[in-house]
């Protein structure tokens, strides 16, 4: 049995094959899994847990019936899906995690976050974060209709696009100083986020102590995950269908 983790699936109606390729993962994985953590933006966009896409139904059926076999689940959300809910926790069985949030995996301590908090450099993102996670915020988005959440999702996803397109891929990376000021302060040697879409597995000597720091990948050209057994971690690739044009 193993531990599974995995972030930014960014499961969208408009991209079916990635929604089957998962499904298809879970069934697959099932016989192995020990706990699943989902480390954020396992949707692209998430307007309310009262108006989720019914295309997501089979998939949200699938997980629970994962929870209800004693799969443990685990939700952090991310910078997409940061407006799911209680009732979807319920639904679904997960349990949502706060961030950071720190567990023991086969013994050793890791520190999980989304990862959007260490790219402090991209200033104009960093106000963004800190408006839409205003419980104030939130409370009047949610207010609103669902189509109205829609227009302006699209919208906030459209601004979204032409930001990364004008800002340097470095500033949209973490700051190698913000990594290393929470792993000081957390006492943690093991760090897995997602967000930057950079797999890789970065290993640093900081203040005499061993560090490491997992990424996880993107759904998009193909599945990433990370398992976790006794004898250790390792990167994993899922295929995708090819998106025909």
Same mark, same amino acid.
């Given at each position: 049995m193993a531990d599974y983790f995995i972030a930014d699936l960014h499961l969208d109606p408009r991209r079916p094959a990635v929604l089957d390729a998962f499904g298809h993962w879970l069934e %697959? !994985? &099932?016989? #192995?899994l020990g706990a699943l953590y989902i480390l954020g933006d396992l949707f692209e966009t998430w307007i309310g847990d009262d108006a989720s896409d019914p295309t997501f139904d089979p998939l949200l059926d699938r997980l629970a019936d994962l929870a209800r076999t004693r799969h443990p689940l685990y939700f952090m959300p991310g910078n997409r899906d940061f407006l799911v809910g209680e009732a979807l926790a319920r639904r679904v069985g997960w349990t949502t995690l706060g961030e950071p949030a720190r567990i023991r995996c086969f013994g050793t301590p890791v520190g999980l976050l989304h990862g959007d908090t260490f790219c402090t450099e991209d200033r104009a993102y960093q106000a963004f974060r800190a408006q839409v996670r205003n419980p104030a915020w939130q409370q009047a988005f949610l207010s609103r209709t669902p189509a109205e959440r829609r227009a302006l999702a699209d919208a906030a996803r459209a601004a979204s696009q032409r930001h990364n397109a004008q800002t340097a891929d470095l500033l949209m990376d973490v700051?190698? &100083?913000a990594i290393d000021d929470f792993m000081r302060r957390e006492d943690l040697s093991c760090l897995v986020h997602g967000h930057t879409h950079r797999p890789a597995v970065h290993r640093w000597i900081l #203040?005499? !102590?061993p560090r490491t720091r997992i990424v996880l990948g993107d759904w998009y050209e193909q599945g990433r995950i990370? %398992?976790?057994? &006794?004898s250790g971690y390792r990167l994993e690739t899922v295929g995708l269908p090819p998106v025909l044009t």
């Open positions: %697959r !994985v &099932e016989p #192995d700051t190698p &100083e #203040d005499g !102590v990370l %398992r976790w057994d &006794e």
